[in-house]
Structure formats: C-alpha cells, structure tokens
Nanobody, 118 residues
C-alpha cells in the first residue's frame, strides 16, 4: 500500500489550499484517513481525521477553517484549508489505517510542505 499526497505550496495569509492523498495497493477498506503536520522544532500533531463512516475529528486551532473529506470509491482524502495563518506552516503528512487481507495497518505518506507567508 502506498499513500500519495499532493497539493502543498506557498500561500499568503488568509489564502486557501487543498491537499489530496490517494491510497493505492491491495486495499480491502480504508478505516481512517487523515492529516498530521509537523512544524520546525515541534512534534507532529493531528490536524484532521475522517472515518469510513463519515465521522471527523479536528485539531482545535483548525476548526472552522479546515474541512476534511473523503472519496471512498477512490480511497482518497482531501483537506481544504482556508483562512490560512502563518502558524499553519508545516510539513503535512497523510495518514491512514487500512484493512488488508492479513490485517489492519497504519501507513504514512510523504510529507507535503505548506508555507503561509506574505
């Protein structure tokens, strides 16, 4: 199984970006899919998660600004980020718990840089 993330970049404060992450491989189901981020000198933190039955969870600082969504048919998760702030600058990592024939496993995608700066 592989996670392929895309959509990072440089944006001005107040701007928007959309991240995408697609899972591929021998997948029976994607149980959880979401995003973490890690800023320089800080620990990796949860940004948002979405379950395969529609439940979502957000880190407090992004509530009302970020929206996570999934396309279960495509095994893809999206993170729509709006009203971006400089403190949102970080490397964003896609994360997924995936059920395969042999069990359920956690996977990480490669990071994608999000920089919010004027």
């Amino acid at each position: 199984v592989q996670l392929q993330a895309s959509g990072g970049g440089l944006v001005q404060p107040g701007g928007s970006l959309r991240l995408s992450c697609a899972a591929s491989g021998n997948i029976l189901s994607v149980i959880l899919m979401g995003w973490y981020r890690q800023a320089p000198g800080k620990q990796r933190e949860l940004v948002a998660l979405a379950s395969n039955v529609g439940n979502t969870k957000y880190e407090d600082s992004v509530k009302g600004r970020f929206t996570i969504s999934r396309d279960n048919a495509k095994n893809t998760v999206y993170l729509q980020m709006s009203s971006l702030k400089p403190e949102d600058t970080a490397v964003y990592f896609c994360n997924a718990f995936i059920r395969e024939k042999t069990g359920a496993y956690e996977y990480w995608g490669q990071g994608t840089q999000v920089t919010v700066s004027s």
